[in-house]
């Protein structure tokens, strides 16, 4: 992998490729999208790495007084190899990055997964580098809408933070921000995202304005004299009733300005690298109360915290670094009514190949910077479709031909369609002559045919129900599509992944939409469930237990090249179903087989986990072995504190705070209501019943499922 690395004797910085880390407990594995270049910070750690042996001892005497204790207990020549085994040690750069979760450590199980967006802090842990394995407590997840651009500045904005924290303004203070550089910006911005009234001081005219737009109710250039009439006048008299020191200078004079322009027993914090001469009559005279704030916040530099994820009480430490690190992330959401927008912060992007450029322009150059992110090339992953809008439908019909007439179609769809208002039956057509007959003389047909170009090629026909055995769907629908009609295909879409993309070729060319019969999702009760679940926040688990019953061996449900067998052909259903009530995006598919003692080779008994984005799982237990006098269907959904069962889409029970409602009725699982919503959709030419590209989702993960079995894996969607 590529990483920044710096040597500590010369200075010398580069992009070198260095072996990749593995992940270990209590850690995770974070393939890095953005890392944030603190150009202060590193910009010192930079330039001290630079300066010469002389000149390093003259920046860090501390440093040189614990060579000289070892000179004189271990000698000259042991100090010296020691000094330059250290200085040899290649430095790594960075400490604030956003990226996606690659592996869990063991113990993390369930508090984070694989595919997750999170932000990582941490000075050598969370470097410009494209892999990073850091501690949990070092981690926060990122929101969905907040991208990696900004999220990267999580660590920053947590130092901002803390520093806001130490400083305890209340409600409609007034606090000087003397710097506002990156960390003061931010300093200004959570100071006003707190109800506090910010004023900044620096001496960066460009700078001033941005804190401005930023919120601050006030700023100042300090190289313009009257810098007490300033505070004077916004004070009322007063002085502030707090300063942050986020300035970087090795002069005292901040000091020397925060005891000029506080009120008496104001408060002061110090977050930025400054000389800390500071003016002892006026801070005794005012009594002032200075704190230095430490980095990220509690848990920093403790290696129990950090290392070992030992928590704090919440009741003595409530906002830990970690905390910071998550909150700073959640005010980034553009869904908050305010929230902190670092995007303004960025002047610089650079992707990571071109690192060595972004740092001679921080350390050579007298170009104005603020923001310098670095972004890193993403593992390729297939786009979700995204398809043309359907055309509008200018006479409001649904004129309907039908491919197949099979059991399932004569005694559940057809006598639905017969009976609807605003379809009319133009055309079926089936292999046989004699069936084809009889379903058009039985449902009111106008014309019957063996030829599927019948209805294909016929220009008055605009919508296709395709009921045909299942290795035929994908292309029948695809066919349809090309023939510009809106197509209802029952499940499954298609057996193979050749032939879902023959489909969204097709779509992406038609101007007609295709829907797939899952048609669970349309039943009353499922749709009460889905509103519910609606209303609850956080992840969602789903249990769905399906008694199926057995499928003889030699049925053609059973044939991989014709029915697929009952995982594509009936499990798609309950993939379907678990996607529509979770309303997230199936990131990966796990699979596992019971045995059996028959000599079949058929699959009929698994257990299926769904992972979303948004954290929740669903489980799909199916199986052949039980008593077909129990339920087939039953789902149990748990979320915010509620429980929800649908028992064959029979009856129903909703508990939540103690309080359980139930209701019962007839079975519906949704024919009526699936078949309903597409005679609708093309009659008015509007928005498709379903997402297209769901439902592209939901049969390749249906697909996964069989490749998890085969593989004995996880499968990444």
Known sequence: MKQVIQSARTGKLKLTEVPAPEVRAGHLLVATRASLISA??????????????????????DLVKKVI??????????????????????????YSLAGDVIAVGEGLEGKFRVGQHVACAGAGLANHAELNVVPASLTAPVPDDVDYEEACYGTLASIALHAVRNLDAKLGEKVAVIGTGLLGQLIVRLLVLSGVRAMALDYNPERLKLAKTLGADAAFDLSQDGIENFVQGETGGLGMDGIIISAATESSEPFQLAGTIARDRAR?????????????????????NLVVSRSYGPGRYDPDFEGRNIKYPEGWVRWTETENLAECVRLMSPSLPVRLDVGLLTTHKYALDDAENAYAMITGTNEPHLGVVL???????????????????SDGRCVLGVIGAGGFARSVLLPQLKKMDGVTLH?????????AEKTAEGFGFKHASTDTSAILDNPDINAVLIATRHDSHASLTAAALAAGKSVLVEKPLGLDRDGINAVIEA?????????????????????????????????????LRINAGQVPADSWIQAADEGGGRILGEVCHFVDLARHLIGSEIVSVQADAAGSSDTSNTCDDVAITLHFADGSL????????????????????????????????RSASFTDNGKTETSSSGQDKGFKGSLKAF??????????????????????????????????RRVDL
Request: hydrophobic content about 35%.
């Open 618 to 649: 669903a489980t799909i237990a199916y199986t052949s072995m039980g008593d077909t006098s129990v339920s087939k269907e039953r789902i149990e959904a748990y979320g915010g504190g509620a429980v929800y069962t649908i028992d064959n889409f």
């Open 427 to 435: 055309s079926v057509a089936t292999r046989r002559g004699a069936s």
């Open 268 to 288: 002061v914090c110090m977050v930025g690298m400054t000389g800390t001469e500071f003016p002892y009559r006026e801070f005794m005279q005012k009594e002032l």
């Open 679 to 712: 005679v609708d959709a093309v009659r008015s030419g509007g928005t498709p019943p379903i997402d297209e590209a769901e439902l592209i989702e939901t049969s390749l993960a249906t697909i996964a499922v069989l490749e998890s079995l085969r593989d004995g």
């Open 40 to 61: 202060g910070t590193e910009k010192m750690v930079v330039d001290f790495a630079r300066k010469s042996l002389a000149g390093k001892a003259r920046q860090r005497p």
């Open 507 to 543: 779509r992406n060319e038609s101007d007609g939409f295709f829907q797939v019969g899952f048609n669970r999702r349309f039943s009353g009760m499922t749709q009460n469930l889905k509103r519910r679940l609606d209303g609850k926040s956080g992840a969602k688990f789903v249990v």
């Open 69 to 94: 204790d070892k000179v004189k207990r271990d000698g000259l020549g042991a100090t010296l190899r020691a000094v330059l085994a250290r200085l040899d040690e290649p430095l790594p750069l960075g």
């Open 375 to 393: 972004t890193y090339q993403a593992k390729e992953i297939a786009p979700k479709p995204s398809f043309p809008a359907a055309s509008e439908n």
